[in-house]
Structures are given as C-alpha cells and as structure tokens.
C-alpha cells in the first residue's frame, strides 16, 4: 500500500529551511555573558610564560595579567577566576600563605579590581596551590582532616573577600565548608560577598593540565576522599541540597562534558543558578584534536560550550572564553 504523504501534517523540517528560521527557533545560545575566564598568575614583571598542555593559554606577571584582562574586556569579558602558581617557598603543610595580605594573590585580585572595578572576580578557596602537600586539606596521619581545614578556608575567604573578591568559590570539597564561610564572611562584615560552591566536584582524570599550570599536584595520594565518584549522580542533588542550605548563592559542576547529565540533574531539583567548569582537560583535548587536523576546532568548541548550557549550565568557566567573545564579536 503505497504511503499517503498528505497525512504527514507535521514536518519539522520546514523549521529548519533557513538560516533565519533556524535563529528564531533556537532553543539555547551563547553570550559573551555566560562566560568566567579563568586565568593564571605568576611571581615577577613582564613575564608570558606558555602552559604546554593548553595551546593559547599563559601564566602571566600581574603587570601582564592586567594586559590580558584589558584585552578581554574590550570583547564583552566581564568575569574572571584567577588562580596563583606559586613557587615552593611560598607553601608548607598548614598554607598559611593562602591568607597572607602581602601574597601574590590577594594582591592580584586587589589590582584587577582598582583597575577595573565593575567586573566580576571569582576567588578560589581551597590550600592546594598554597600546601606543600598539593591537597585540599590538612593532611595528618594518613588523612585529610576535614574540620581543621575550615579553619583556613575560613580564613583565606576573609582575607579574599578584604582584597575585592566578588565571589569566594571553595572548590576543597570538604563538608560543611559553605556554611562555615558564610558565618566567616557575614562576622568580618563581608555580607555582600557571595558564594559560588563547587558542588559536584568530581575526582577527574580531566584535571591534569591544571595541575600543571600551577604545579598543584598532590604529592603523594589522591583527591578521592574528598572529590566525588565520577559514578555518583544522585550524591551530587545531596551536596547540592546541603550547599543551597548552608548558603551557596550558586552551585558548579566539574568536570562539564562529561558529566552533562549531573549538571541536568541538579538543575533541575535546584532553583540557585548552575555554574559548570569546562576543565582544562576538555579544552586540551579539544586544542589537540584540532592541531592534528582531526576535527574543525571552532565548530567543536562552540558545539560543547552550547552543550553544557543546554544541559542547564547559566555561567560557564572555560579556557575558551576569549577565543569565543573574538568569535561573538564578528557576528
């Protein structure tokens, strides 16, 4: 019996004939406004150092970083999340440089503030760039003891918050941090200070050219006693309950691409905005694939990045950052 095409009323693709109808139905798009850069910094002047794992991406002195930021800016950028690479001297096992007013971070987030007061700058809260040990916490016997160590993040997120950070972000993972930094910020007067939580922070092979750009390693061991399973969905909707109770103003998942289906779930059993973390791993993949020819960079890059906001990501930290606000810019 031949088929009567007079029965298909409903063709979904007379919706996709035209570039222009195409733009009117798209579901999610990329802003310039979605994005946090993340970006490095180093000791010393007028230093550029590349970061061989991530292709267009640098360690910079703070006069340099300022440069870079300035750049940004000019495309749309708003938001940045810099983070330290520190040299030995500067570390031991309590981190008690991370709370410093004269280290090298406190005073970055102070100069990207002077020079650029409106935007916004996201601090990391967690000992690993500042501990000889290269872990989130104290580690004492064998272990990472959790209740010491919110202790210093307590004080790091104060000393952060008195330098200009907008946002404090402890991506430590120990429990009950969020509430604990709350309370600090809200007794030093810091009220206004909010808090993004690394809610889902996965132990992830991902992270390994981070680890790199700043020489933060753990040195013996792993994070996997206090990151999370990268098999555990449902844990993340409790870490995600309990960071919203304690405090959280908005809540990350990381890694991102793999882990589109967390950011999903916890979006939709939250009402606080969805962060993701488009990791260094993900983005060196990516930067490799492309170099060798393999994929059209661009086109895949943008194609992840639409991914994870699809997902229910509303704000985006990615290496990509600037290479899509020069994108945006041309349309």
Not at 15 to 33: F, I, K, W
Not at 34 to 48: A, L, M, S, Y
Not at 83 to 108: G, I, Q
Request: net charge negative; hydrophobic share 40%; proline share 5%.
């Amino acid at each position: 019996m031949p088929f009567d095409f007079q029965s298909m009323r409903s063709r979904p693709r007379r919706n996709r004939q035209s570039a222009a109808l195409r733009a009117m139905v798209e579901e999610t798009s990329l802003s310039v406004a979605d994005f946090i850069f993340p970006i490095f910094v180093i000791e010393g002047t007028n230093k550029k150092e590349p970061i061989t794992s991530m292709p267009n991406i640098f360690r910079y002195s703070l006069d340099k970083l300022l440069e870079e930021i300035e750049e940004c800016y000019a495309l749309g950028i708003r938001a940045f999340a810099p983070f330290p690479s520190l040299t030995d001297e500067h570390k031991d096992s309590m981190a008690t440089s991370s709370y410093d007013p004269e280290n090298l971070y406190l005073k970055t987030i102070t100069a990207i503030k002077e020079k650029f007061p409106d935007v916004f700058v996201m601090t990391d809260v967690a000992m690993d760039p500042y501990s000889s040990d290269g872990h989130d916490g104290i580690y004492k016997n064998g272990k990472i003891i959790n209740d010491e160590t919110l202790e210093i993040l307590g004080k790091m997120a104060v000393a952060q918050a008195r330098a200009g950070a907008d946002y404090v972000a402890p991506s430590d993972m120990m429990d009950g941090r969020v509430g604990y930094l709350r309370n600090a910020l809200d007794e030093a007067g810091f009220q206004d200070v909010g808090i993004i939580a690394y809610t889902a922070k996965y132990a992830s092979a991902f992270y390994g050219p981070f680890r790199d750009a700043l020489d933060s390693a753990p040195r013996f061991g792993d994070k996997k006693t206090y990151q999370m399973n990268p098999a555990n969905v449902r844990e993340a909707l409790l870490e995600a309950k309990l960071d919203i109770e304690e405090g959280a103003d908005m809540i990350m998942v990381k890694p991102a691409l793999s882990y589109l289906d967390v950011i999903s779930r916890v979006n939709q059993n939250s009402h606080v905005p969805i962060v993701a973390y488009n990791v260094s791993g993900e983005y060196a993949m990516i930067k490799a694939g492309a170099e060798k020819g393999w994929i059209d960079g661009e086109k895949v890059m943008l194609e992840v990045l639409l991914s994870i906001k699809r997902a229910g990501a509303k704000v985006i930290l990615s290496y990509f950052a600037k290479e899509v606000a020069q994108i945006l810019s041309k349309i």
